[in-house]
Antibody, heavy 116, light 107 residues
Framework: QVQLKESGPGLVQPSETLSLTCTVS????????VNWVRQPPGKGLEWMGT???????DYNSALKSRLSISRDTSKSQVFLKMNSLQTEDTAIYLC??????????WGQGASVTVSS | DIQMTQTPSSMPASLGERVTISCRAS??????LNWYQQKPDGTIKPLIY???NLQSGVPSRFSGSGSGTDYSLTISSLEPEDFAMYYC?????????FGAGTKLELK
């Protein structure tokens, strides 16, 4: 079945770079896009960006200068890198498969705390 | 960016009750509106896509409707597993944006 799983460091120092991996199974990255979405503690969902099945990307303009999404199709992995982290970037980071604008399968999320 | 205003932010309700959650877009979104459920453990599940289409496996007590800027999610008879957070999301234009969420609580 379709599965997504996020992994990465739980703690990042302020001003450092966050690196997260979304490992997928049950579908091919060359057939579906993958979104990154984040959720600060006690708050709602914010779309960060998407890597499409053709490898092209779209980013939230508020994060675009700091964000990069890439993939390794042979390993069924999607990567998120975001630099210059601040405390307000503390959140649960989730990846979700995209089917024509619907996020139809989600990972459990990776908790990231930005703190010294 | 299209702003999504979701109401109410919380809703106490009883088992078996019929409830409706509303979502208003800051501009017309041509029915490109999805609903998601988030359980207390953080698990997110899609419920409805394109305003009124049920995702596979979602019980028929869930339904969606709306047009233009105004949309709603209705649960016809609340079951214990329905007490959770609900989010609307528009995908008419980029960036896709979510409502702030509605917490459905047991009265």
């Amino acid at each position: 079945q379709v599965q997504l799983k996020e992994s990465g460091p739980g703690l990042v120092q302020p001003s450092e770079t966050l690196s997260l991996t979304c490992t997928v199974s049950g579908f091919s990255l060359t057939s579906y896009g993958v979104n990154w979405v984040r959720q600060p503690p006690g708050k709602g969902l914010e779309w960060m960006g998407t890597i499409w099945n053709d490898g092209s990307t779209d980013y939230n303009s508020a994060l675009k200068s700091r964000l990069s999404i890439s993939r390794d199709t042979s390993k069924s992995q999607v990567f998120l890198k975001m630099n210059s982290l601040q405390t307000e970037d503390t959140a649960i980071y989730l990846c979700a498969r995209d089917v024509w604008g619907v996020m139809d399968a989600w990972g459990q999320g990776a908790s990231v705390t930005v703190s010294s | 960016d299209i702003q999504m205003t979701q109401t109410p932010s919380s809703m106490p309700a009883s088992l078996g009750e019929r409830v409706t959650i509303s979502c208003r877009a800051s501009q017309g979104i041509s029915n490109y509106l999805n609903w998601y459920q988030q359980k207390p453990d953080g698990t997110i599940k899609p419920l409805i896509y394109y305003t009124s289409n049920l995702q596979s496996g979602v019980p028929s007590r869930f339904s969606g409707s709306g047009s233009g800027t105004d949309y709603s999610l209705t649960i016809s008879s609340l079951e214990p597993e329905d007490f959770a957070m609900y989010y609307c999301q528009q995908y008419d234009s980029s960036p896709p944006t979510f409502g702030a969420g509605t917490k459905l609580e047991l009265k």
